[in-house]
């Protein structure tokens, strides 16, 4: 059964603390997505990989990072430089010319 | 600077009544349109796309208008079903592909039975 999986589904962490947020594929998509989504905001676009140890910022990568060392495996950390880290963050992935597939995403509370 | 936007965050109808839902946008680059929906604590799924070339993509019960001289397009669902309750995405890209999306805000669809 492919998908998307994104775990946790909920996350709490402490201000000031690092935390990573899991995203697998195992749909052998190319391309991998982190958004963010805030109440009252659209998707808004972290970061993206095309292709395995390759990624580029999006419209909002500050105080983010991430890796792409499998091609089923695109990791989102959020650092303590991230102003306002609690949001809820999805996961997508496509393959070229096709629209995205989402996870079902991680809620993420800091406090 | 909100390159596309849903002006409505929500809309109720009544079930089998048409639903119209609409977005706005203001990058000329634009030129290949999505609609997703999205139910509660669950990822946003794919439902219709409209490229540049065309005005008109219809799938089902859904159907999407696109307006280039107006820069708008809208997404019909005609009849309207309970199950169609859910926030819809309204996203656009410069390019043929799915990816390197801009979204607008999402409009609440409620179908009243």
């Known amino acids: 059964d492919g998908g998307i999986t994104q775990s946790p589904k909920y996350l709490f962490r402490k201000e000031g603390q690092n935390v990573t947020l899991s995203c697998e594929q195992n749909l052998n998509h190319d391309a991998m997505y982190w958004y963010r989504q805030d109440p009252g905001q659209g998707l808004r676009l972290i970061y993206y990989?095309?292709?395995?140890?390759?990624?580029q910022k999006g419209d909002i990568a500050e105080g983010y990072s991430v890796s792409r060392e499998k091609k089923e495996s695109f990791p989102l950390t959020v650092t303590s430089a991230q102003k306002n880290p609690t949001a809820f963050y999805l996961c997508?992935?496509?393959?070229?010319?096709?629209?995205?597939?989402f996870g079902n995403g991680t809620r993420l509370t800091v406090t | 600077d909100q390159q596309v936007k849903q002006n409505s965050p929500s809309l109720s109808v009544q079930e089998g009544r048409i639903s119209i839902l609409n977005c706005d946008y203001t990058?000329?680059?634009?030129?290949?349109f999505l609609w997703y929906k999205k139910y509660p604590a669950e990822g946003p799924t794919f439902l219709i796309s409209?490229?540049?070339?065309?005005d008109k993509n219809e799938d089902g019960r859904f159907t999407v208008f696109l307006n280039k001289s107006a820069k708008h397009l809208s997404l019909h669902i005609v009849p309207s079903q309970p199950g169609d309750s859910a926030v819809y995405f309204c996203a656009a890209t410069p390019g043929s592909s799915g990816s390197r999306l801009t979204f607008g805000e999402g409009t609440q669809l409620t179908v009243n039975p």
């Open positions: 990058n000329s680059m634009f030129d290949y």
């Open positions: 997508a992935s496509s393959l070229r010319n096709s629209p995205l597939h």
């Open positions: 990989s095309q292709i395995v140890n390759d990624f």
């Open positions: 409209i490229s540049s070339i065309k």
